[in-house]
Nanobody, 128 residues
């Protein structure tokens, strides 16, 4: 069975940091991009970042560039999202997903339709 297990969410003050983890199993990890998406209360889900498990190419939404860092430990089939300088507007449920964007432009676009497998979310709350 395909599984994506997101963890690491919690409550943090503005300016603080959190590291999310996404442990994957049940598919060939190196063949997929792993993406992080988030959904804030009352808003649509949006792409945050993704990494290619084959060549470690990384992509970020403009809203998190310079603050978030995505990385991959292929030996553990795990992807991390280090989130620094958190802002209240980062409050959301964060989801990890596995997919296969065909082009670089698609990878950069962080489109949900490119992602086939989804994990449960982990809640990140940033207080002001």
């Amino acid at each position: 069975d395909v599984q994506l297990q997101a963890s690491g969410g919690g409550l943090v003050q503005a300016g603080g940091s959190l590291r999310l983890s996404c442990a994957a199993s049940g598919f060939t990890f190196d063949d997929y991009h792993i993406g992080w998406f988030r959904q804030a209360p009352g808003k649509e889900r949006e792409g945050v970042s993704c990494i290619s498990s084959s060549d470690d190419s990384t992509y970020y939404a403009d809203s998190v560039k310079g603050r978030f860092t995505i990385s991959s430990d292929n030996a553990k089939n795990t992807v991390y999202l280090q989130m620094n300088s958190l802002k209240p507007e980062d409050t959301a449920v964060y989801y990890c997903a596995a997919g296969r964007p065909i082009t670089t432009a698609q990878a950069m676009g962080l489109y949900e339709y490119d992602y086939y497998y989804w994990g449960q979310g982990t809640l990140v709350t940033v207080s002001s």
